[in-house]
Antibody, heavy 123, light 107 residues
Framework: QVQLVQSGAEVREPGASVKVSCKAS????????ITWVRQAPGQGLEWMGW????????SYAQKFQGRVTMTTDKSTTTAYMELRSLRSDDTAVYYC????????????????WGKGTTVTVSS | DIQMTQSPSSLSASVGGRVTITCRAS??????LNWYQQKPGTAPKLLMY???SLQSGVPSRFSGSGSGTDFTLTISSLQPEDFATYYC?????????FGQGTKLEIK
């Protein structure tokens, strides 16, 4: 079945970087995108950006521009999200999700989600 | 960026009841609107896309409507498993912003 398996919880000090992985299976990886969404404790969902697994094109929310890099490895059907210069307010659960963009209407939605990776930033 | 505003932020209802959640976009997004359900400690789940298209496997008691800037999610005949937090998301343009969420609790 279609699933996304994320890497385990991480603890980092302020100023460090973290790289979260998302292993996809059960579908043609290069035919869909991957988006990253985070959720701070007790807060709502925040869209960080997405990557087209086919061409590797990325789009990041302005808030994360310069601090985030999203990549994919088609050989291992794995997506990665690296966040640098971590601050305490980056403490959150980070989700990857499979993006569907329909043709020709270009409806964009996330139909399969990983279970989330908890990133804690603390000194 | 397109701002998405949901109302109410929380509501309580009874099993068997009917609720409507509203989502408003800061500019027209046609029907590029998605709805997700999230239960505590779990990942969000897609309910609806393109405003009113039910995702496979989602019960028909969930329905969506709207176009332009105003959208609604209606749940008829509430079941115990429906008590959760609901988020709208615009799929019109990057960044694909979410509403702040509506928490549905049991009365």
């Amino acid at each position: 079945q279609v699933q996304l398996v994320q890497s385990g919880a991480e603890v980092r000090e302020p100023g460090a970087s973290v790289k979260v992985s998302c292993k996809a299976s059960g579908y043609t990886f290069s035919s869909y995108g991957i988006t990253w969404v985070r959720q701070a404790p007790g807060q709502g969902l925040e869209w960080m950006g997405w990557i087209s697994a086919y061409k590797g094109n990325t789009s990041y929310a302005q808030k994360f521009q310069g601090r985030v890099t999203m990549t994919t490895d088609k050989s291992t059907t794995t997506a990665y999200m690296e966040l640098r210069s971590l601050r305490s307010d980056d403490t959150a659960v980070y989700y990857c999700a499979k993006v569907v963009v329909t043709a020709p209407s270009q409806y964009y939605y996330m139909d399969v989600w990983g279970k989330g990776t908890t990133v804690t930033v603390s000194s | 960026d397109i701002q998405m505003t949901q109302s109410p932020s929380s509501l309580s209802a009874s099993v068997g009841g009917r609720v409507t959640i509203t989502c408003r976009a800061s500019q027209s997004i046609s029907n590029y609107l998605n709805w997700y359900q999230q239960k505590p400690g779990t990942a969000p789940k897609l309910l609806m896309y393109a405003g009113s298209s039910l995702q496979s496997g989602v019960p028909s008691r969930f329905s969506g409507s709207g176009s332009g800037t105003d959208f609604t999610l209606t749940i008829s005949s509430l079941q115990p498993e429906d008590f959760a937090t609901y988020y709208c998301q615009q799929g019109y343009s990057d960044p694909r912003t979410f509403g702040q969420g509506t928490k549905l609790e049991i009365k």
